[in-house]
Protein backbone atom coordinates (compact mmCIF):
# COMPACT_ATOMS: atom_id res chain seq x y z
CA UNK A 1 0.00 0.00 0.00
CA UNK A 2 1.09 3.80 -0.76
CA UNK A 3 1.92 5.90 1.95
CA UNK A 4 1.39 9.51 2.49
CA UNK A 5 4.07 11.13 4.64
CA UNK A 6 3.25 14.50 5.80
CA UNK A 7 5.44 17.40 7.48
CA UNK A 8 5.58 18.97 10.08
CA UNK A 9 3.09 17.14 12.06
CA UNK A 10 2.19 21.15 13.66
CA UNK A 11 3.60 24.37 13.03
CA UNK A 12 3.21 27.71 14.17
CA UNK A 13 3.57 30.83 12.32
CA UNK A 14 2.78 34.67 12.12
CA UNK A 15 0.04 35.93 10.83
CA UNK A 16 1.40 36.88 7.30
CA UNK A 17 3.77 34.37 7.02
CA UNK A 18 3.98 32.32 3.92
CA UNK A 19 3.46 28.25 5.54
CA UNK A 20 4.50 25.27 3.61
CA UNK A 21 3.19 21.63 4.28
CA UNK A 22 4.59 19.12 2.55
CA UNK A 23 2.96 15.56 1.56
CA UNK A 24 5.06 12.96 0.61
CA UNK A 25 3.84 9.44 -1.07
CA UNK A 26 5.87 5.96 -0.83
CA UNK A 27 5.35 5.38 -4.25
CA UNK A 28 4.77 7.62 -7.44
CA UNK A 29 0.84 8.95 -7.93
CA UNK A 30 0.93 11.21 -10.52
CA UNK A 31 -0.91 14.61 -9.68
CA UNK A 32 -3.98 12.32 -7.94
CA UNK A 33 -3.54 14.33 -4.58
CA UNK A 34 -6.69 16.63 -2.62
CA UNK A 35 -5.67 18.48 0.33
CA UNK A 36 -8.57 19.44 2.76
CA UNK A 37 -8.66 21.74 5.92
CA UNK A 38 -10.48 20.46 8.90
CA UNK A 39 -11.38 23.64 11.56
CA UNK A 40 -11.52 22.75 15.21
CA UNK A 41 -14.99 21.11 15.67
CA UNK A 42 -15.43 21.53 12.19
CA UNK A 43 -16.10 18.96 8.95
CA UNK A 44 -13.56 18.73 6.85
CA UNK A 45 -13.33 21.07 3.80
CA UNK A 46 -12.26 20.42 0.13
CA UNK A 47 -9.13 22.99 -0.74
CA UNK A 48 -7.26 21.45 -3.70
CA UNK A 49 -7.76 18.75 -5.77
CA UNK A 50 -5.47 17.16 -8.98
CA UNK A 51 -2.39 18.58 -7.41
CA UNK A 52 -3.10 22.31 -8.32
CA UNK A 53 -6.29 23.02 -8.70
CA UNK A 54 -8.43 25.37 -6.15
CA UNK A 55 -11.88 24.39 -5.10
CA UNK A 56 -14.59 26.94 -6.02
CA UNK A 57 -14.22 29.61 -3.42
CA UNK A 58 -11.03 28.51 -1.59
CA UNK A 59 -9.23 32.15 -1.11
CA UNK A 60 -6.74 32.63 -3.55
CA UNK A 61 -3.91 32.66 -1.02
CA UNK A 62 -3.73 28.91 -0.44
CA UNK A 63 -2.23 27.08 -3.80
CA UNK A 64 -0.83 23.09 -4.64
CA UNK A 65 2.23 22.18 -6.20
CA UNK A 66 4.12 19.02 -7.03
CA UNK A 67 3.47 15.79 -8.84
CA UNK A 68 4.86 11.94 -8.54
CA UNK A 69 5.79 11.27 -4.74
CA UNK A 70 6.26 15.41 -3.58
CA UNK A 71 3.40 17.63 -2.98
CA UNK A 72 3.09 21.05 -1.37
CA UNK A 73 0.48 23.02 -0.05
CA UNK A 74 0.96 26.75 0.11
CA UNK A 75 -0.73 29.39 2.34
CA UNK A 76 0.69 32.42 0.68
CA UNK A 77 -0.04 34.97 3.84
CA UNK A 78 -1.51 33.05 6.71
CA UNK A 79 -4.57 34.31 8.14
CA UNK A 80 -5.84 33.84 11.74
CA UNK A 81 -9.25 31.60 10.45
CA UNK A 82 -6.72 29.29 8.47
CA UNK A 83 -5.85 27.97 11.83
CA UNK A 84 -6.96 24.46 11.18
CA UNK A 85 -5.28 20.91 10.36
CA UNK A 86 -4.67 20.29 7.15
CA UNK A 87 -4.71 16.22 5.61
CA UNK A 88 -3.64 15.51 1.50
CA UNK A 89 -5.06 12.42 0.73
CA UNK A 90 -4.39 10.54 -2.86
CA UNK A 91 -6.38 8.72 -5.27
CA UNK A 92 -4.70 7.21 -7.78
CA UNK A 93 -5.90 3.82 -7.37
CA UNK A 94 -9.96 3.60 -6.19
CA UNK A 95 -10.74 2.55 -3.87
CA UNK A 96 -7.42 3.15 -1.72
CA UNK A 97 -7.98 6.60 -0.50
CA UNK A 98 -5.30 7.20 2.05
CA UNK A 99 -4.84 10.55 4.16
CA UNK A 100 -2.34 11.73 5.61
CA UNK A 101 -1.59 12.49 9.42
CA UNK A 102 -2.36 15.76 8.70
CA UNK A 103 -0.61 19.01 9.81
CA UNK A 104 -1.92 21.41 12.67
CA UNK A 105 -1.59 25.10 12.22
CA UNK A 106 -1.45 27.36 14.75
CA UNK A 107 -1.29 31.36 15.23
CA UNK A 108 2.46 32.54 16.74
CA UNK B 1 -27.38 22.47 -3.29
CA UNK B 2 -26.03 19.64 -2.44
CA UNK B 3 -26.66 18.34 1.10
CA UNK B 4 -25.52 15.26 3.08
CA UNK B 5 -27.61 15.30 6.33
CA UNK B 6 -26.48 12.34 9.02
CA UNK B 7 -28.25 10.76 11.85
CA UNK B 8 -27.74 12.09 15.15
CA UNK B 9 -25.25 11.05 17.75
CA UNK B 10 -25.51 7.25 19.48
CA UNK B 11 -24.47 6.05 22.61
CA UNK B 12 -24.06 2.28 22.78
CA UNK B 13 -22.47 -0.42 24.66
CA UNK B 14 -20.19 -2.76 23.75
CA UNK B 15 -21.83 -6.03 21.66
CA UNK B 16 -24.38 -3.54 20.57
CA UNK B 17 -25.40 -3.10 17.04
CA UNK B 18 -25.80 0.28 14.82
CA UNK B 19 -26.89 1.28 12.00
CA UNK B 20 -26.13 5.22 10.71
CA UNK B 21 -27.52 6.90 7.89
CA UNK B 22 -26.07 9.65 5.37
CA UNK B 23 -29.14 11.41 3.47
CA UNK B 24 -28.04 13.50 0.34
CA UNK B 25 -29.80 16.06 -1.53
CA UNK B 26 -29.74 18.47 -4.18
CA UNK B 27 -27.55 16.26 -7.16
CA UNK B 28 -28.67 13.17 -8.31
CA UNK B 29 -27.88 10.19 -5.63
CA UNK B 30 -27.36 7.45 -7.52
CA UNK B 31 -24.77 9.02 -9.95
CA UNK B 32 -22.13 9.67 -7.24
CA UNK B 33 -19.93 7.53 -5.09
CA UNK B 34 -20.35 8.00 -1.00
CA UNK B 35 -17.39 7.20 1.55
CA UNK B 36 -17.43 6.79 5.14
CA UNK B 37 -14.35 8.18 6.93
CA UNK B 38 -13.70 7.93 10.31
CA UNK B 39 -12.00 10.10 13.12
CA UNK B 40 -11.34 8.93 16.72
CA UNK B 41 -10.88 11.66 19.50
CA UNK B 42 -8.26 13.58 18.84
CA UNK B 43 -6.80 11.87 15.46
CA UNK B 44 -6.76 11.70 11.90
CA UNK B 45 -9.06 11.04 8.87
CA UNK B 46 -9.58 7.08 8.25
CA UNK B 47 -11.46 6.41 5.32
CA UNK B 48 -13.23 2.96 5.67
CA UNK B 49 -15.41 2.42 2.30
CA UNK B 50 -17.42 3.94 -0.67
CA UNK B 51 -20.32 2.50 -2.04
CA UNK B 52 -22.27 3.61 -5.60
CA UNK B 53 -25.68 3.89 -4.84
CA UNK B 54 -26.79 3.23 -8.27
CA UNK B 55 -25.73 -0.43 -8.50
CA UNK B 56 -24.93 -0.69 -4.74
CA UNK B 57 -21.12 -1.81 -5.96
CA UNK B 58 -19.28 -1.46 -2.49
CA UNK B 59 -15.50 -1.48 -2.00
CA UNK B 60 -14.07 -1.46 1.65
CA UNK B 61 -10.37 -0.19 3.32
CA UNK B 62 -8.46 -3.21 3.91
CA UNK B 63 -8.56 -1.76 7.61
CA UNK B 64 -12.24 -1.75 7.72
CA UNK B 65 -13.30 -5.27 5.74
CA UNK B 66 -15.41 -7.39 8.00
CA UNK B 67 -15.38 -4.83 10.89
CA UNK B 68 -18.26 -3.32 9.26
CA UNK B 69 -20.91 -2.97 6.35
CA UNK B 70 -22.24 -0.21 4.15
CA UNK B 71 -25.46 -0.28 2.51
CA UNK B 72 -27.23 2.46 0.42
CA UNK B 73 -31.22 2.58 0.09
CA UNK B 74 -31.07 4.59 -3.05
CA UNK B 75 -35.09 5.29 -3.54
CA UNK B 76 -34.70 7.42 -0.39
CA UNK B 77 -31.02 8.92 -1.22
CA UNK B 78 -29.38 7.30 1.73
CA UNK B 79 -26.11 5.68 2.41
CA UNK B 80 -25.75 3.71 5.95
CA UNK B 81 -22.82 2.23 7.84
CA UNK B 82 -23.52 -0.63 10.46
CA UNK B 83 -21.53 -2.77 12.99
CA UNK B 84 -23.17 -5.53 14.36
CA UNK B 85 -21.09 -5.72 17.40
CA UNK B 86 -19.51 -2.63 18.74
CA UNK B 87 -16.49 -2.43 20.63
CA UNK B 88 -15.29 0.67 22.89
CA UNK B 89 -12.73 1.39 20.12
CA UNK B 90 -15.60 2.32 17.92
CA UNK B 91 -16.33 5.15 19.40
CA UNK B 92 -15.50 7.89 17.12
CA UNK B 93 -16.65 10.68 14.60
CA UNK B 94 -18.54 9.04 11.26
CA UNK B 95 -18.48 11.14 8.57
CA UNK B 96 -20.21 10.26 4.92
CA UNK B 97 -18.64 12.50 1.87
CA UNK B 98 -19.50 12.77 -1.40
CA UNK B 99 -16.86 11.43 -3.67
CA UNK B 100 -16.06 13.01 -7.22
CA UNK B 101 -14.08 10.84 -9.89
CA UNK B 102 -11.42 10.10 -9.67
CA UNK B 103 -11.82 9.30 -6.37
CA UNK B 104 -12.06 13.07 -3.92
CA UNK B 105 -14.21 14.00 -1.59
CA UNK B 106 -15.78 16.88 -2.53
CA UNK B 107 -19.30 17.67 -0.12
CA UNK B 108 -19.12 15.94 3.61
CA UNK B 109 -22.00 15.67 5.79
CA UNK B 110 -21.84 17.07 9.27
CA UNK B 111 -20.89 13.98 11.47
CA UNK B 112 -22.13 11.74 13.47
CA UNK B 113 -20.77 10.75 17.01
CA UNK B 114 -20.72 7.24 18.19
CA UNK B 115 -19.94 6.68 21.73
CA UNK B 116 -19.77 3.13 22.76
CA UNK B 117 -19.32 2.59 26.43
CA UNK B 118 -20.28 0.07 29.57
Known amino acids: DIQMTQSPSSLSASVGDRVTITCRASQGISNYLAWYQQKPGKVPKLLIY???TLQSGVPSRFSGSGSGTDFTLTISSLQPEDVATYYCQKYNSAPRLTFGGGTKVEIK | EVQLVQSGAEVKKPGESLKISCKGSGYSFTSYWIGWVRQMPGKGLEWMGIIYPGDSDTRYSPSFQGQVTISADKSISTAYLQWSSLKASDTAMYYC???????????WGQGTLVTVSS
Open chain 2, 97 to 107: ARLVRPWYFDY
Open chain 1, 50 to 52: AAS
